[in-house]
């Protein structure tokens, strides 16, 4: 009698039973002629042995069960088709560990080659898979806010997809499984709906990443077990992606630091250094660029007479004002002390200007400001040189004030 791993082979439906059971070696292959004991091992092998009592053992792999005397047809290939499950099984775990100390070293690697969190969802789904199988896995980044589990928009997303979103369910704070039928409207979890948009999607895993995201992986085989063995390396891949998302998190949160000034949350003179290397290239090409210094008139007499904490209230008003009146392609820099700059890729002095105008306007007397406007006309020799050009307009303007502050402009550079 032979058997494979996945049903017999010979196709006689009437296989005739011998009773009493005689020791038959039931094989998917045959071993070579003369071959070494050895080579036996990767031969998948179910073993029916005549015991004492007068009933068979049916031995696959290191799983065994009885075979009552006379037992009939179909029962006993139900029995082989357990044996040969098992063996099957055992395989797939032998396999699994023999490969898994090399999967999870690539996927370590991975994770520290991620510069975003996006990337970090894009390795574990794409470790996942390999490592505990399945037909695709996702990792879906949670957003609190607005409720949802979203793909990341990253280079891991297939060509022509659309993003999967999901809504938020608590089922997903904890590893689970879920069948189509979770997923019907009068499911446990019609919110995943979407993640059996494949009609033959079968089953559902998923495992939290913290509170960050969720990893799922969605299985077509109806009888796909997920061992506990499975659910464990599930839950020690989520276990480093999380932490592998506050080291990017953090790392971003430094960067940002770095390039931000932390009274008024502006780009600070680091960012503006970096800012101006690109607008400067661009202007150089031929592309308008402007650019405006900004002072505040009688800064120091706030904090003499008010105290630090209220200069400090004055300048974050100032920032806020800047920031909602200039476009979204405006770079607003705290220069230093009660000084800014604003840069303009693509302007021009009378959209500088203009800028001015709404800033006073906005603050209403609540502090006087000084101006200095430049626009780029190729005659400066760099940007530092631009930038020292808007400031030193800035003071002349200061040295007419009479009242009310006035803006110096130019299209030209003055020699």
């Known amino acids: 009698m032979l058997a494979t791993p996945t049903g017999f082979l010979g196709g006689d439906s009437e296989l005739h039973v011998p009773s009493p059971l005689a020791a038959k070696v039931v094989s998917g292959?045959?071993?070579?002629?003369?071959?070494?004991?050895?080579?036996?091992?990767d031969l998948e092998l179910l073993v029916l042995l005549e015991a004492t009592d007068g009933e068979g053992?049916?031995?696959?792999?290191?799983?065994?069960?009885?075979?009552?005397?006379?037992?009939?047809?179909?029962?006993?290939?139900?029995?082989?088709s357990w044996g040969t499950a098992a063996l099957r099984r055992q395989r797939a775990r032998e396999a699994k560990r023999q490969l898994l100390p090399d999967q999870l070293i690539a996927y370590f690697e991975a994770l520290n080659a991620a510069e975003t969190e996006d990337e970090v969802l894009c390795a574990l789904a794409e470790h996942a898979l390999h490592i505990v199988g399945g037909y695709t896995a996702e990792g879906l980044a949670r957003d609190a806010d607005r409720g949802m589990l979203r793909a990341p928009a990253a280079r891991c997303a297939r060509r022509g997809e659309h993003r999967l979103c999901l809504l938020w369910d608590d089922v997903f704070a904890r590893p689970g499984l879920l069948i189509a039928t979770d997923a019907r409207r009068e499911g446990r979890v019609p919110a995943a709906a979407p993640l059996f948009g494949d009609p033959q999607t079968a089953l559902v895993a998923h495992v939290p990443v913290g509170d960050e995201a969720v990893l799922v992986l969605?299985?077509?085989?109806?009888?796909?077990i997920f061992e506990p063995q499975d659910w464990d390396v599930l839950r020690a891949l989520a276990l480093q992606a999380?932490?592998?998302?506050?080291?990017?998190?953090?790392?971003?949160?430094?960067r940002g630091l770095?390039?931000?000034?932390?009274?008024?949350?502006?780009?600070?003179?680091?960012?503006?250094?970096?800012?101006?290397?690109?607008?400067?290239?661009?202007?150089?090409?031929?592309?308008?660029?402007?650019l405006v210094a900004l002072d505040l008139d009688g800064f120091k007499a706030v904090n003499d007479q008010s105290g630090h904490a209220a200069g400090d209230r004055l300048l974050r008003t100032v920032a806020d004002t800047l920031r909602r009146e200039a476009r979204r392609s405006d770079v607003v820099v705290r220069y230093g002390g009660d000084e800014f700059l604003v840069i303009l890729p693509?302007?021009?002095?009378?959209?500088?200007?203009?800028?001015?105008q709404r800033v006073r306007k906005q603050l209403d007397g609540r502090v006087e400001v000084s101006s200095g406007v430049v626009e780029y006309d190729g005659g400066y020799d760099s940007a530092e040189d631009m930038i020292r050009e808007a400031d030193r307009r800035l003071y002349e303007t200061k040295r007419h004030r009479g009242g009310t502050p006035h803006t110096i402009r130019s299209h030209v550079r003055s020699n």
């Open 29 to 41: 292959r045959r071993a070579p002629r003369g071959a070494d004991p050895a080579c036996l091992e």
């Open 57 to 80: 053992m049916l031995v696959a792999g290191s799983s065994a069960c009885r075979v009552p005397r006379g037992l009939q047809d179909a029962e006993l290939r139900d029995r082989v």
């Open 218 to 224: 969605t299985e077509r085989r109806d009888e796909r």
């Open 242 to 254: 999380e932490m592998a998302i506050r080291r990017v998190r953090l790392i971003e949160s430094v």
């Open 258 to 290: 770095s390039l931000t000034d932390p009274l008024t949350g502006l780009a600070n003179r680091r960012h503006m250094e970096v800012v101006m290397d690109h607008v400067w290239a661009a202007a150089t090409r031929g592309e308008p660029l402007a």
């Open 346 to 356: 693509g302007g021009d002095s009378e959209g500088a200007e203009a800028l001015v």
